[in-house]
């Protein structure tokens, strides 16, 4: 009974260093976005103050920055969501052989450095949109080649999450609408879509946050122009101020209430098919209203 | 034909092989129940798949990737005597590396920086494993169906809030007039003298590395304990193993692919990573990636930077190839 104990005791403890250390550093930032010190410190605490608030909105660089980040999540997710669905369900059907080869093409932006990444968009581009002055002067910009560099990694991330879902889909409904008459693009708007909806949104919500919070790709790819986060490191890099804990707060908060929200869906879709398959086990027995 | 543009031709090759191989197969595995891709897709979405698709692999994947190898073997020249004359193959990039190209001395600085960079990630690696380990296999195994899904909660949140805004919070803390140091002269452990630099000593940076990649080690370990059968662990402990002896012989073992998967996305990513060594490394680091950096951005060498990420990214891969291969694991388990 004693081992137990001390197992108890010292599992205790190392789950408490450890959740210590995921979150010690973003609670003590987040105290310094409330402190008056112009140094962004714990202690002493000098006295309370939403000062650092109005200078975050009031910090031109970084909402220019909020700006394009948001464009280019956007453009990302126009461009990885599609390509994600058309590589899964490419994956799904291809021959046994082709599809090793074809699953090492579409993860190795997965396992490529994202500074390659950044370096290679930036180098290929140049030399595309350069062939006219036209197309340079239209598409050679930062958040157009941050939306491509970005897209090749965020498609692969659109691709596994879409592929998970997929593998389960059954295909003698697609089948059925065929035969029942029904054209190709109906099947695929009326049954394979609604079918995989779930898997559509947490692709472009993950693609969305994953091109939002980049870094080793945008900075490269981003050129003259600035996101949030190359506006964020550069702040980070010169010195600190306390503003930069205010935006942590803030991005921490939204980030409690996502995950608040996704587990209450996540809880009501669970008792949703829950209610789903016991009205299934009431009908067999003749028993639904 | 320019080398630049052979570098168009080398997917259009893969393309055919693809080609063939689907036709061959078609005639050898011949199933009349099959229905053919048209068959099932219809020739609009079809096509439309087949574009999407074509235009990520080619466009965003491997034609940029061909493209950067074949820039890196190339001279930098002003942008008008490109394609001209002096335009010509040339390994002097990767040259450059092992040897400086004005005295004929080693490289030192730079070499420095490539083993420095790779030891740093390996001892990441191992540091995270050791780290996550527990957690994982607690729960996977042993917590209730409440309490893990509580953990993984907690295990995501801190990952909404991006890289950068993490390594600060790791600086706020370890900087020399930062949490940790007014904590200890606040106890009384240091004197207001004796601040401890950790940035400068670069255990900021190693905690930056380390806290940036907790979660992709954690996952995948999650993922493979998860899927071991709890009977043999009681069947282990009936017959009286101890519990080292439990986690050598039964868990480990069976999690090997899960421990290969998040060993090789934490090195990878650590290698490449950029915003933790340059926040949070001391002044005297020069991590490599860093070293690419500069050549984009002071020295205006891209060629040379192409060969510099060219070095790294074949060198992570051996080194990952290499790992997998003495752990006797695939390649294919490894990326699930």
């Known amino acids: 009974m004693t081992s137990k104990l001390v197992f108890n005791v010292t599992f205790g403890f190392y789950l408490l260093l450890f959740f210590g250390y995921l979150f010690g550093p973003l609670l003590a930032m987040s105290v310094t976005a409330f402190n008056t010190s112009n140094y962004p410190q714990v202690i002493p605490f000098e006295g309370f103050t939403l000062d650092w608030f109005v200078k975050l909105i009031n910090h031109q660089q970084m909402m220019e920055g909020l700006l394009n980040s948001i464009i280019i999540g956007i453009g990302v997710v126009c461009i990885s969501v599609p390509v994600g669905l058309a590589a899964a369900i490419i994956m799904n059907q291809i021959y046994h052989r082709a599809r090793s080869l074809f699953y090492l093409v579409t993860v190795s932006p997965l396992l490529t450095p994202g500074v390659i990444i950044g370096i290679s968009t930036v180098i290929f581009w140049k030399d595309m949109f350069g062939l006219t002055d036209f197309t340079k002067a239209v598409f050679y910009k930062g958040i157009i080649l941050s939306i491509l560099g970005q897209s090749s990694f965020v498609a692969a991330y659109c691709l596994l999450i879409i592929m998970a879902r997929l593998t389960r889909f059954d295909r003698a409904q697609e089948e059925a609408a065929l035969d029942l008459g029904a054209s190709y693009p109906q099947v695929f708007w009326h049954i394979l879509v609604p079918y995989l909806r779930p898997a559509l949104v947490s692709a472009g919500v993950l693609g969305f946050l994953s091109s939002f919070e980049n870094y080793n790709t945008t900075t490269f790819a981003i050129l003259a122009d600035k996101t949030l986060v190359t506006v964020l490191a550069g702040e980070t890099r010169q010195g600190t101020t306390p503003a930069l804990s205010a935006l942590a707060v803030i991005i921490i908060g939204l980030s409690l209430i996502g995950a608040v929200i996704y587990e209450y869906l996540k809880r009501r879709e669970e008792a949703a098919a829950l209610a789903i398959k016991e009205n299934a086990r009431l009908a067999e027995r003749g028993e639904a209203e | ?336």
């Not at chain 2, 740093?120 to 209730?144: D, F, K």
């Open chain 2, 1 to 336: 034909m320019s080398s630049r543009t052979l570098v168009f031709l080398i997917p259009l090759i893969v393309i055919i092989g693809f080609w063939l191989m689907a036709r061959y197969e078609s005639r050898v595995a011949h199933d009349p129940t099959h229905k053919s891709y048209w068959e099932r897709n219809g020739t609009v979405l079809g096509l439309t798949f087949i574009g999407l698709v074509a235009f990520w692999s080619l466009f965003l994947v491997t034609l940029p990737y061909l493209y950067m190898v074949v820039e890196s073997f190339h001279p930098k020249l002003p942008p008008a005597q490109r394609g001209g004359p002096n335009d010509f193959l040339t390994i002097a990039n990767y040259k450059s590396f092992f040897v400086n190209q004005t005295d004929g001395q080693f490289n030192d600085t730079h070499m420095y920086a490539f083993r420095y960079s790779i030891l740093v990630s390996a001892g990441i690696t191992i540091l995270n494993l050791c780290i996550c380990y527990p957690l994982a296999y607690y729960m996977a195994q042993s917590g209730t169906a409440q309490k893990v899904r509580l953990l993984l909660l907690g295990l995501i949140v801190p990952y909404w809030v991006n890289e950068i805004l993490r390594s600060f919070a790791v600086k706020l803390i370890l900087a020399s007039n930062g949490l940790l140091n007014s904590s200890l002269i606040k106890l009384g452990i240091i004197g207001p003298e004796g601040k401890i630099d950790f940035l400068l000593h670069n255990t900021g940076m190693w905690v930056g590395l380390s806290y940036a990649n907790l979660l992709i080690m954690i996952f995948p370990l999650y993922n493979a304990i998860e899927s071991l059968d709890k009977n043999q662990i009681e069947a282990a402990r009936d017959l009286g193993a101890p519990w080292w002896k439990i986690h050598r012989d039964v868990v480990i073992p069976h999690a090997k692919p899960g421990i290969a998967s998040g060993c090789t996305l934490v090195f990878m990513l650590a290698a490449g990573s950029l915003a933790a060594p340059l926040l949070l490394g001391g002044p005297r680091t020069l991590w490599f990636t860093q070293v690419v950096y500069d050549f984009f951005f002071q020295s205006f060498n891209w060629p040379r930077g192409s060969a510099y990420a060219f070095i790294l990214l074949a060198a992570c891969i051996a080194i990952v190839l290499g790992m997998l291969k003495a752990f006797n694991v695939k390649l294919g388990e490894a990326i699930k």
